[in-house]
C-alpha cells in the first residue's frame, strides 16, 4: 500500500538522519543512524535505503539533503568521508526510488529551505540564511527560493578570501571558515589554552582576556562578512542558525550593530527556528514542494 506521506533523509558527516511526514506538520519520529564514515560513502547510503524502506514504504517523493555540494550528478566539497566527493548520489537515488520525485540539496540549503516554509524567512522574498556550526556556509534566498547557484555552490562563503595573505581553495583552503566557525574556534582556543576545548566551552571563557579576544576577532569577522553580503544583495532578513547560536546573546548584538553602521539598508535580524535538525526539516520541505 502506497503511503501519501513523503520521506526526508539527511546525510551528515557523523550521523543520518531520516524522517516521514505530510503537509500539515514537521517531521516525527526521527530515526537516526551513524554515518560510520571510516567504513566509506556507500554503505552508509545503503544502510539509510534500508532503514527508509522500514520507515516509509511508498513515498509520494523523496527530499535530501547532504553536506557537500552537488554540481553534474555528482556530489563535491565533501571530503570528510571517503567516496563522498565523487559520489553519483542522485543516481543512487534514481535506482533506489525509482519514478518517485526526489529532491536534493546541500544541507545549508536545506536549512535555508525549512526556514522558507516554516520558520523565520517565511514571506521572504530576498533573505539570508547564514549557518555558523562546525563550518560556515550560507543560503541565499531570491524570489522566495532558495539559490542555488551555476554549480550549486552558492554561499560557500567559507572559501572567501579577506588579504592577500589569505590561502586558496586550489590550495586546499577555506581562508574564512578557517577563522569564522565551531571548528576553527575549536582549534585556536584549544591552541591558546594549550588544552582541548569547544567553541562552547570558550564563550564560558570569556571572562579570560585572551580568550575575550579571539571571540571579539571571530565575531567581528563574522558580522563584517554578513554586512558584505547584505550589501552586495539587499535581503529583507538575515536568519542565524548553526551551532553557534548557542552563544547568540554573544552573536547578535555584534552583528545587529554592523549592518546598522555598514549596511545602507539595514535588514531584520532573526534567529532561525531550526537548529539541530535544520537540514532534515528542510528536505522534507524539498519533498512536499515537488
Known amino acids: 500500500?502506497?503511503?501519501?506521506?513523503v520521506l526526508a533523509i539527511d546525510f551528515g558527516g557523523?550521523?543520518?538522519?531520516?524522517?516521514?511526514?505530510s503537509a500539515d506538520g514537521l517531521p516525527d519520529p526521527i530515526v537516526r543512524l551513524p554515518t560510520?564514515?571510516?567504513?566509506?560513502?556507500?554503505?552508509?547510503?545503503?544502510?539509510?535505503?534500508?532503514?527508509?524502506r522500514a520507515l516509509l514504504r511508498g513515498p509520494a517523493a523523496v527530499g535530501v539533503s547532504t553536506f557537500g555540494v552537488l554540481?553534474?550528478?555528482?556530489v563535491r566539497l565533501a571530503?570528510?568521508?571517503?567516496?563522498?566527493?565523487?559520489?553519483?548520489?542522485?543516481?543512487?537515488?534514481?535506482?533506489?526510488?525509482?519514478?518517485?520525485p526526489v529532491a536534493i540539496a546541500n544541507d545549508v540549503n536545506a536549512g535555508a529551505a525549512a526556514e522558507l516554509r516554516w520558520g523565520a524567512l517565511r514571506g521572504v522574498d530576498v533573505g539570508l540564511y547564514v549557518n555558523v556550526g562546525t563550518g560556515l556556509a550560507v543560503?541565499?534566498?531570491?524570489?522566495?527560493?532558495?539559490?542555488?547557484?551555476?554549480?550549486?555552490?552558492?554561499?560557500?562563503?567559507?572559501?572567501?578570501?579577506?588579504s592577500d595573505a589569505d590561502g586558496y581553495f586550489a590550495d586546499g583552503q577555506a581562508p574564512l571558515e578557517d577563522v569564522v566557525s565551531g571548528a576553527a574556534l575549536s582549534r585556536r582556543g584549544s591552541a591558546l589554552l594549550g588544552r582541548p576545548v569547544t567553541a562552547a566551552e570558550l564563550f564560558g571563557l570569556r571572562g579570560r582576556p585572551e580568550v575575550r579576544a579571539l571571540l571579539d576577532e571571530t565575531i567581528g569577522t563574522l558580522a563584517r562578512t554578513i554586512a558584505n553580503?547584505?550589501?552586495?544583495?539587499?535581503p529583507a532578513r538575515v536568519?542565524?542558525?548553526?551551532?553557534?547560536?548557542?552563544?547568540?546573546?554573544?552573536?547578535?548584538?555584534?552583528v545587529e550593530a554592523e549592518l546598522r553602521r555598514a549596511v545602507p539598508f539595514p535588514p531584520e535580524l532573526a534567529l532561525a527556528r531550526f537548529v539541530d535538525d535544520a537540514p532534515l526539516v528542510g528536505a522534507l520541505a524539498l519533498a512536499l514542494e515537488l
Open 229 to 234: 553580503l547584505c550589501v552586495t544583495i539587499d
Open 14 to 21: 557523523t550521523k543520518i538522519a531520516l524522517a516521514a511526514g
Open 239 to 254: 536568519v542565524l542558525g548553526g551551532g553557534l547560536m548557542g552563544a547568540a546573546e554573544h552573536v547578535v548584538p555584534r
Open 79 to 100: 571530503p570528510n568521508v571517503p567516496g563522498w566527493d565523487g559520489l553519483a548520489l542522485p543516481a543512487l537515488l534514481r535506482d533506489e526510488f525509482g519514478d518517485v
Open 71 to 74: 554540481t553534474d550528478g555528482l
Open 139 to 162: 543560503g541565499l534566498v531570491v524570489g522566495g527560493r532558495v539559490v542555488a547557484g551555476a554549480h550549486g555552490a552558492a554561499g560557500e562563503v567559507g572559501y572567501l578570501r579577506g
Open 1 to 5: 500500500m502506497t503511503d501519501a506521506r
Open 36 to 52: 560510520l564514515g571510516a567504513a566509506g560513502a556507500l554503505q552508509a547510503v545503503h544502510r539509510a535505503f534500508d532503514a527508509a
